[in-house]
T-cell receptor, first 111, second 116 residues
C-alpha cells in the first residue's frame, strides 16, 4: 500500500546550522508533496510544498527538492533558529488523491 | 468560518461509551480527512472523503470506528464502545481538488479524547 518513510526521527542542530529531513514514497503516480510543521500543542501547518513537475522550490530559509526517479524528496532549512524547533511531517498525495504523512521528525535547534 | 472547525475541543468519556466528533471543513473544500495523533506520535490516517465518491476507510483501526459526511460538508467521526487505547487527538483536515491535484490541506484544532 501507500507508504511514506521519513528520516531521521529526531534531529538536533546548533543554531545557525542547516537541517535536512528526507522522505521516500512508493506511489510513482503521486504528484504533490507538502511539508507541515507542528509546534507543541498546535495543529500542523503547511510550510512549503512541491509538485511533481518541478525539482526544487525555495522560500527564504526553506527549500524542498524532489527526485521523481528515485522517489524521494527532502526539506532543507538553512540558518536554523530556535523557533524552527518543532515536529516536521512530509506527505504525499497519492494516485487516489489521499494525503499520507510520514512519521515525523522532531527538530531541536540549540541556542 | 475562515478555517476548519472541530468540536468538541476536549472530550472525556468513560470506557464503553460511544462518542461523536464533529468537523466543519472550509466551505467549498471537496476533500476531508480524519487523522489520529497519539501523544508524541505521528498523524495516523483514518478516513478520507472526496466529493461524492465512496470514502476511503482503509485507515479505520476497527469496526468500532465509523464516519460520515453529510451533504459534502460536515463530517462526524463516531467511536463506539470506547477503549482506553482510543485516547488521542483526532484531527480533521480539508482541501480542494483541482484537476488531478489537491491544494493545501488545512487542519482543525483537533479534539482531544480521553477515555477513562
Amino acid at each position: 500500500g501507500e507508504n511514506v518513510e521519513q528520516h531521521p526521527s529526531t534531529l538536533s542542530v546548533q543554531e545557525g546550522d542547516s537541517a535536512v529531513i528526507k522522505c521516500t514514497y512508493s506511489d510513482s503516480a503521486s504528484n504533490y508533496f507538502p511539508w507541515y510543521k507542528q509546534e507543541l500543542g498546535k495543529r500542523p501547518q503547511l510550510i512549503i510544498d512541491i509538485r511533481s513537475n518541478v525539482g526544487e522550490k525555495k522560500d527564504q530559509r526553506i527549500a524542498v527538492t524532489l527526485n521523481k526517479t528515485a522517489k524521494h524528496f527532502s526539506l532543507h532549512i538553512t540558518e536554523t533558529q530556535p523557533e524552527d524547533s518543532a515536529v516536521y511531517f512530509c506527505a504525499e498525495v497519492d494516485s487516489s488523491y489521499k494525503l499520507i504523512f510520514g512519521s515525523g521528525t522532531r527538530l531541536l535547534v540549540r541556542p | 468560518g475562515a478555517g476548519v472547525s472541530q468540536s468538541p475541543s476536549n472530550k472525556v468519556t468513560e470506557k464503553g461509551k460511544d462518542v461523536e466528533l464533529r468537523c466543519d471543513p472550509i466551505s467549498g473544500h471537496t476533500a476531508l480527512y480524519w487523522y489520529r495523533q497519539s501523544l508524541g506520535q505521528g498523524l495516523e490516517f483514518l478516513i478520507y472523503f472526496q466529493g461524492n465518491s465512496a470514502p476511503d476507510k482503509s485507515g479505520l483501526p476497527s469496526d468500532r470506528f465509523s464516519a460520515e459526511r453529510t451533504g459534502g460538508s460536515v463530517s462526524t467521526l463516531t467511536i463506539q464502545r470506547t477503549q482506553q487505547e482510543d485516547s488521542a487527538v483526532y484531527l480533521c483536515a480539508s482541501s480542494y481538488r483541482q484537476g488531478t491535484s489537491n491544494t493545501e490541506a488545512f487542519f482543525g484544532q483537533g479534539t482531544r479524547l480521553t477515555v477513562v
